[in-house]
């Protein structure tokens, strides 16, 4: 027999067979990670007036996870290290482009709210840093190969 909650942060309701009580189950529209507790249920006539969503289609992760945060640590200093070791090592191109992808990854995570966002100042600057140097590496490596071209013709 299914269970159904709202969801804690956008109250849409999920449905949870019964068998994953006390497991988490991720709201499908907020990505929220909700403790599926015996409490929760609801009567049976007003399960049927919310259209419900199924939280185990495509990303639900059941964990019997002991630890009381839901959020994932921000990895700031990962990502704004990758920034300034491109503008240290003269513009090099993979720790510019990861600290671009890495850091657009934890802002989306962060808006969401499934990753802490105390570090996202410092995510923000090493990602502008990564997309600002891989731009330039880009950039010098046209001009280079124009300059090339130009050489060639004449
Ligand atoms: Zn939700």
Redesign the pocket.
């Known amino acids: 027999m299914a269970i159904q909650f709202p ?1 804690t ?2 109250k ?1 309701i999920l449905r949870i067979e019964e068998r994953h009580i006390g497991k988490q189950a991720r ?1 499908p ?2 990505q ?1 990670l909700n403790l599926v507790v015996e409490s929760m249920q609801f009567p049976e006539n007003e399960s049927e007036q919310a259209a419900p969503t199924n939280p185990y289609s495509a990303d639900f992760s059941a964990t019997s996870s002991t630890s009381p945060r839901n959020q994932q640590p921000h990895r700031a200093g990962l990502i704004l290290a990758l920034g300034i070791a491109s503008l240290a090592c003269n513009f090099c191109l993979i720790p510019s482009i990861l600290a671009w992808i890495l850091g657009k990854q934890d802002i989306r995570k962060m808006d969401q709210g499934i990753m802490d966002s105390e570090g996202r100042g410092m995510t923000q600057a090493g990602m502008i840093m990564g997309m600002v140097i891989t731009f330039l590496f880009f950039l010098s490596i046209t001009v280079w190969l124009l300059l090339v071209i130009a050489y060639a013709v004449v």
């Open positions: 969801c942060h956008c849409t709201c529209q907020c929220t």
